[in-house]
């Protein structure tokens, strides 16, 4: 046999059609559930540590621009909890879902959230960004240099990177989720 005939025999044959079943699907969309939730629980927890935080600020520093950063990154953050839970919240499998809905319900999650994934500069990052712009803003102009938060560039761009980091492992992520959706596209589902 001839390489071309060896090439040509291997990408004709047959491909064993792969098959999820229902109990599969309803595995995989309470896992989905369980993570969001989980992943959730945090960002909840961090909004609540920030919110603390900058709470606090607003009554350390007396500053009108660390003031009114600290107010617009509490309020930049109960806006990212709200579409946190807008967007990306998990919702529950009904039990008595036939392989067809289980399907569709898991899918459809699964689009749910890689959306929310791509979309997080706009939702997550976005509302964090006035906020932290005027409070570095009123740190770099309002507190004496021995302040104890960073000053200059390097801490300006140490938080440019978080946010930058941010944004790729979300997107990374929605890639994941992406492909989670090819295969569920490419699999049949069986009993």
Known sequence: MSHDDIQSLWQNQPVPELHWTVDDLRKKARGL??????R????YAACVLVIGVFTGYWFSFATPLMRS???LVIL???TVAWQLHRRASAATLPQQLAQQGCSQFYRQQ???QRDALRAVWLWYLGPLIP???VFRWGVETELSAGAPFARGLLANLAIALIFALVLLANWLA???VQKEIQRLDQHSVSE
């Open 33 to 38: 559930e369980r993570s969001v939730l989980f």
């Open 40 to 43: 959730n629980l945090l960002e």
């Open 69 to 71: 950063g600290s107010v």
């Open 76 to 78: 930049g953050t109960c």
């Open 110 to 112: 699964l689009v749910r």
């Open 131 to 133: 906020g932290t712009v």
């Open 174 to 176: 929605a890639r994941r």
